[in-house]
């Protein structure tokens, strides 16, 4: 009797590419519960936590009354969720919402500028400092909220109950 039959079978009995087939599926299965990989964040890595305030800048939220906002959550020592490139992070703390005056830069009569209160022409457009304070883990290349790392120039998405806008991280203090 031969090894490998006319049509490709192994004593006649199992076909070599079905023997394939299973071979790569333990294989894989192998992989998966053997050597599983790294879990976990980057963050979880050699990080220790510490308090966090991150400052946002919002600019242009059209909304017809910024005070609204104050009513329902967007206020200091309440709190909103955070999404950070897409990731939720979960709740976080507002430490402080300011609202920013409306400028325009005017050209005055001798060729020099001066910055002046807008003149409102558009009433439903509005500016904002927030300041969160959060606990993020320092890892080396800098603090992490989540699984996202926080860096100057970075959208933050806010959600609450009646708003969802974006923001943009104007600073990070790591409080010690």
């Known amino acids: 009797m031969a090894i490998l039959d006319s049509k490709g079978r192994l004593f006649g009995k199992v076909n070599i590419l079905d023997l394939g087939a299973l071979l790569v599926i ?3 299965i192998f992989g998966i519960f053997v050597f599983p990989g790294t879990s976990g964040s980057v963050a979880q890595v050699g990080a220790k936590t510490v308090p966090i305030e991150v400052d946002l800048v ?4 059209n909304v017809r009354d910024p005070q609204q906002l104050a009513g329902n959550g967007l206020k200091k020592g309440g709190k909103t969720k955070v999404i950070i490139r897409n ?3 979960g709740e976080i703390e507002i430490k402080s919402v300011e609202q920013l005056p409306r400028t325009v830069v005017a050209t005055q009569p001798d060729g020099s500028v001066k910055e002046l209160p807008d003149p409102k022409a558009n009433n ?17 290349d800098g603090p992490v909220l989540g699984n996202s790392k ?15 806008f974006n ?7 790591l409080q010690s």
């Not at 439903?124 to 080396?140: E, H, I, P």
């Not at 923001?167 to 203090?173: H, N, S």
């Open 26 to 28: 333990v294989m894989v």
């Open 58 to 61: 919002v600019r242009g939220l």
């Open 87 to 89: 990731q939720p992070y």
């Open 124 to 140: 439903f457009s509005t500016d904002m400092l927030l300041t969160l304070n959060g606990k993020a883990q320092v890892t080396k």
């Open 150 to 164: 926080v860096k100057i120039g970075m959208p933050f998405e806010l959600e609450g109950f009646n708003y969802n």
């Open 167 to 173: 923001a943009t991280v104007i600073d990070v203090r």
